[in-house]
């Protein structure tokens, strides 16, 4: 029986071991199982709508927009339902990109970020509050585009509607700041990063409606348009993990002295200073995405709310020419992509202090002197590997309107960040279950 069991085991594809493994371990198990119950939390949050909502004209006035029907895709569908979660997580994510880019010029955030674990709960709390207010700026903007929109009523500051905007908007912000406590929550005693897990879960739950839209819906697409799109999407998903794994090794050496017994002793130490040719991750993509939705949206708002006919008309064209589905606008989000690419990765890297640390360390680059020449060199070698990421990022978040024009599959949505957030949170979530289960000697998910 020993010996079948054993046969058994050996005939199994390694990555399905591996999670037999995992889930054989109560610790390991406990840890999963939390997880996935938050994100059924999340999903049936994503379901509940503020206080007031018409679910038909909803559902109408999305289906007819293809603004509204971009944005949603972020959301998770949970914008559609205009649901407490509509916002997601995302003004928090918008808070913490502020943060990190606020900490090199404030003096009081680089003194809290040296405190070690104290300061960076304290930054963590200031993170909080940035929360708030951007998410009732963001809630207020999304409800009164869907109100022009027809979507819904009832949404201002004067005359009775004022309770009802105030209730709606709490409403959702009190969604958004939950989901934030349930990602720390996961995190705390789940496995992987609470916060991407929540997006992954919106990504991922959107993939039925919209392989539903593409393939089902669309009955005259040519089976060689749809085997073209499948493969696009695999060459694309081992892209992404080959360039969010890249790197480039610096190497270091370190020299330390001990005395021992009275005399002194030098010692040599090697390692290296991993650089990866993408350090900005998924980042330029959502600030080029925040930026080039915005002409889209205001010319929305001026097509729809504005008597004048010039600039109604203005508005129109607007509409047209930067709709998601233009050319204008996705040269527009490459260039951007590519920009908050190297600005995104140069604020990162001069906070690091890497050249100041490793001095103070006792150690050097080989052939390179201390300070500030290797402040240099490492910064020349960073630029030179970051454009095969920027260049990367930017074919990534061009890639809807390239499927769509190689494959002529119009109703087919694919999110690049989307793409990105799904392979590099899987990634992640494999290599802590793989940590897991290495500390209880057992195969990982990985190696």
């Not at 004067?158 to 996961?186: Q, R």
């Not at 949170?425 to 990982?444: C, F, H, K, L, P």
Request: net charge positive; no cysteine; aromatic share 10%.
């Amino acid at each position: 029986m020993a010996l079948a069991s054993q046969a058994t085991r050996n005939a199994r594809p390694r990555l399905l071991q591996a999670g037999i493994d995992a889930f054989q371990q109560p610790e390991v198990r406990g840890k999963v199982l939390f997880a996935l119950g938050a994100l059924l939390i999340f999903r049936f949050v994503a379901h509940v709508p503020v206080p007031g909502v018409n679910a038909a004209e909803l559902q109408q006035t999305f289906a007819n927009n293809a603004v509204l029907g971009f944005l949603n895709i972020f959301s998770g569908g949970a914008l559609q339902n205009l649901s407490v979660a509509a916002l997601g997580v995302y003004p928090y994510i918008t808070a913490t990109i502020v943060m990190q880019l606020g900490t090199p010029l404030i003096p009081r955030l680089q003194a809290l970020q040296q405190e070690g674990e104290a300061g960076r709960n304290k930054l963590q709390m200031y993170t909080h509050w940035v929360t708030v207010p951007l998410a009732l700026f963001q809630g207020y903007a999304q409800l009164l585009l869907i109100q022009r929109l027809g979507g819904i009523s009832d949404i201002g500051f004067t005359g009775g509607h004022a309770l009802p905007t105030i209730a709606t908007l709490f409403s959702m912000v009190a969604g958004t700041m939950f989901l934030v406590w349930l990602g720390e929550l996961i995190s705390e005693r789940g496995i992987g990063n609470g916060v991407s897990l929540l997006i992954l879960g919106g990504i991922v739950s959107r993939i039925p409606s919209l392989v539903g839209q593409g393939f089902l819906a669309s009955k005259t697409q040519a089976l060689g348009q749809i085997l073209l799109l499948a493969f696009i999407a695999v060459v694309v998903v081992a892209l992404i993990v080959i360039f969010q794994e890249a790197q480039r090794r610096i190497p270091v050496q370190y020299a330390r002295s001990q005395f021992r017994g009275g005399r002194l002793y030098r010692q040599q130490g090697q390692s290296h200073i991993p650089l990866r040719v993408n350090s900005a991750g998924m980042i330029p993509l959502i600030f080029a995405t925040s930026i080039m939705i915005v002409p889209p949206l205001l010319s929305q708002f001026i097509a729809s709310t504005v008597d004048v006919a010039w600039l109604r008309k203005a508005g129109e064209f607007m509409v047209t020419a930067f709709s998601p589905t233009g050319l204008i606008y996705w040269t527009g989000t490459f260039i951007l992509v590519v920009g908050f690419t190297f600005f995104y990765t140069m604020v990162v890297f001069s906070q690091q202090n890497l050249a100041e640390n490793l001095q103070r360390q006792g150690g050097f680059i080989p052939g390179i002197r201390p300070g500030r020449p290797t402040q240099d060199y490492i910064t020349r070698v960073l630029v030179r590997i970051t454009w095969g990421g920027a260049l990367f990022l930017g074919g990534v978040a061009v890639l809807p309107f390239l499927a769509t024009r190689l494959t002529d599959v119009q109703s087919l949505q694919i999110s690049a960040a989307g793409l990105l957030i799904v392979v590099g949170v899987v990634i992640d979530t494999m290599r802590q279950i793989e940590a897991q289960m290495t500390m209880r000697n057992y195969e990982g998910f990985i190696s």
